[in-house]
């Protein structure tokens, strides 16, 4: 029996894997050419315009006409249907914490969490809903 009859499955194997390995990385360059020609055509008013251009938060105006209150206060009112922790940064209610409500939903969080969190989105990081003020 020949070499080649004994190891044809090793061999099919072989080149599989190589054919495998150039398919990938021709497509990844064809890819990265690509992102990067349609990246170099833009200008800034088609920037603007991209739908992958992520949604801007709200101005610091906007984020301050949110109520905001001391917890220790608040604490008998059960702002937020009963919330005990901040989800953005998990951690829990404390007495001389100023909290912030957001509006359309009536969601609570630490005024400092969800000052940074909304001047990045405009939306509740909860239930998304959209914080028009």
Do not use: Q
Request: charged fraction near 25%.
């Amino acid at each position: 029996m020949s070499y080649f009859k004994r190891n044809e499955g090793t061999i099919f194997f072989a080149f599989a894997s190589i054919g495998f390995v150039a398919f990938y990385c021709i497509n990844y360059f064809i890819r990265r050419c690509r992102d990067r020609s349609a990246s170099a055509g833009n200008t800034s008013e088609e920037a603007g315009m991209s739908p992958r251009r992520p949604p801007r938060g709200l101005d610091p105006e906007a984020i301050d006409s949110c109520p905001s209150f001391v917890y220790k206060e608040a604490r008998g009112i059960k702002p937020g249907i009963g919330e005990l922790e901040c989800v953005v940064c998990l951690n829990e209610f404390k007495d001389d914490e100023t909290l912030r409500l957001v509006p359309p939903c009536v969601h609570v969080f630490h005024a400092d969490c969800v000052d940074i969190w909304l001047s990045h989105s405009s939306t509740c990081p909860i239930c998304r809903a959209d914080v028009v003020l």
